[in-house]
């Protein structure tokens, strides 16, 4: 199970940390992904890091705004969004993929379990 938090509205520019908590299963074993959804737009891979956090992956959309990072010993998975802008408004899950391997992937079809959701919305 999991359950993501920290949405929010803020104004251009600002920052936002989500947080999603994993119960159930050995946490160290997911791969943890982070994707959006705004409204009338398909869901979207946002960033994802592997069990380790030796590999890590971000849409070219976030790359050096969202830094993801994970906490095995707490079951955690965050997301720290920086210089936040009104495109970046939408729903935000967390989603794991069980698997052997540690690489990352940015397909959501590859991801068992999802979160419910938080939304983000960025004023301009």
């Known amino acids: 199970q999991l359950q993501a938090s920290g949405g929010g509205l803020v104004q251009a520019g600002g920052s936002l940390r989500l947080s999603c908590a994993a119960s159930?299963?050995?946490?160290?074993?997911?791969?943890m992904g982070w994707f959006r959804q705004a409204p009338g737009k398909e869901r979207q891979f946002v960033a994802a890091?592997?069990?380790?956090?030796?590999?890590?992956d971000y849409a070219d959309s976030v790359k050096g705004r969202f830094t993801i990072s994970r906490d095995n010993g707490k079951s955690t998975v965050s997301l720290q969004m920086n210089n936040l802008k009104p495109e970046d408004t939408a729903v935000y899950y967390c989603?794991?993929?069980?698997?052997?391997?540690?690489?990352?992937?940015?397909?959501?079809?590859?991801?068992?379990?999802w979160g419910q959701g938080t939304l983000v919305t960025v004023s301009s």
């Open positions: 159930g299963d050995t946490f160290s074993r997911y791969v």
């Open positions: 989603a794991a993929e069980k698997t052997i391997v540690e690489i990352t992937t940015t397909d959501l079809d590859e991801y068992d379990y």
């Open positions: 890091i592997s069990w380790s956090g030796g590999s890590i």
